[in-house]
């Protein structure tokens, strides 16, 4: 089988964005391969926002400190072999052939029991693979972002060294329930007996149930504020100049290039992480400078192009979108700002696109490819309509009509004009496909 036949089958099966809520599918899967999630010390990272920068900012660290890495993500922006990388890069397609093929008769086995109803699901064969590949590779520290929730999660089949829980919000309430609590005590899932959990700030119906969590399995917990903590940052050209509070105090000066202040609080959750890995041992300062400044975290406010200028961000469900207006408007300032915005059926467009209208002048919606999750244009214009002045909304087809819509509208305001384009992680893998090429360098992608 090629490559783009085998994605084609992985992603055919029950998709990522429903959960059959059971471990049993993927934990049959490991026991066949030998429990490779067990063969290197796990990071996981749960949360609702700024995981995936997280991981990317925790993977650098360590490779700064000299180990090697193996990372999970999901989804991917725009090649499937994105989700599995190792040391800061996703592996070839001769690579994720071969842990298919090694992987693929148990695959089967399991599919055959049907346990819960169901054969396995992408996200539970592509986790399976993830930790086939970092046992075989072998690496010396698994970065694992959890797909949806945490409890149920299939990465949650490891028992991790860390347990690091990023910013919770409301996202995917129809699964993991309407309050943060609820969604909050799916995530806490993850801090596991033996573990040290790292936690973000959050809002109190979100802390309580994962401080629950952590006494009820005697986790030592490291808390943003008393523990870690952003003690200032300033804007500069390519990113920001932070200083956060870490094991062994203050350190500064550590040159991030990556916009706003929810990134510059994610790289004191990414060094936390990585301090409370190595056995809270202090990290040097210029490992820290060296990890930090190594980042490279696509689609996360990232400028694409110029003249006019494009920048492109993950931001899918209000509380990402806040953030994202906010750097934006500090980092960028663009007099006027043209919108590009698609967003998938199961997110709340409404909230979203009110928080896009503080910044965005005028929005072309438009629809991602290849997906059934993508909210047809029509219906997200009908909503954009409500918030915008008459004559500021535009429908395009698709991604790459909406961009050359933009272009126009962005060339005719002048020179200190811009484009954003978000509202959904497929629309900006796409987008930046478009605009820049695909992220995995071997071959050209087959999504």
Known sequence: MDYAALVAELTSRWPEHRIGRS?????ALANYLGDPQDAAPVIQVAGTNG??????????LLRAVGLRT???????LSDARERICTDGEPISRETFLEVWEQVAPYVGLVDEQQLDGIAM???EVITGMAYAAFADAPVDVAVVEVGLGGAWDATSICSPAV????PIGADH??????SLTEIATEKAGIIKPGSTAVIAGQEPEAIRPLLARAVDVGTVVKAEGPDFSLLDRRAAVGGQ???IQTTSGPVGDLFLPLHGAHMARNAALAVAAVEAFLGDKPLAPEIIEQG????????RLELVRTSPAVVVDTAHNPQAARVTVDACLEAFAFEPTIGVVAMMTDKDAAGVLETFAEVMDQVIVTQAAGTSRAMPTAELASLAEEIWPSGKVHQSPTIADALELATLLADAAGPASGVLVAGSLIAAGQARDLLVGPLSSDQPSDR
Do not use: N, Q, W, Y
């Open 241 to 243: 100049v932070i200083r």
């Open 173 to 178: 309430t129809h699964i993991l329930g309407e």
């Open 121 to 123: 699901t992408f996200f």
């Open 23 to 27: 471990l049993a599918r993927v934990a």
């Open 292 to 299: 930090l400044a190594d980042v490279k975290a696509p689609a």
């Open 51 to 60: 995981k995936g920068s997280t991981c990317i900012m925790i993977d650098s």
């Open 163 to 166: 347990a690091v829980v990023a």
């Open 70 to 76: 193996g990372r999970f993500a999901s989804p991917h």
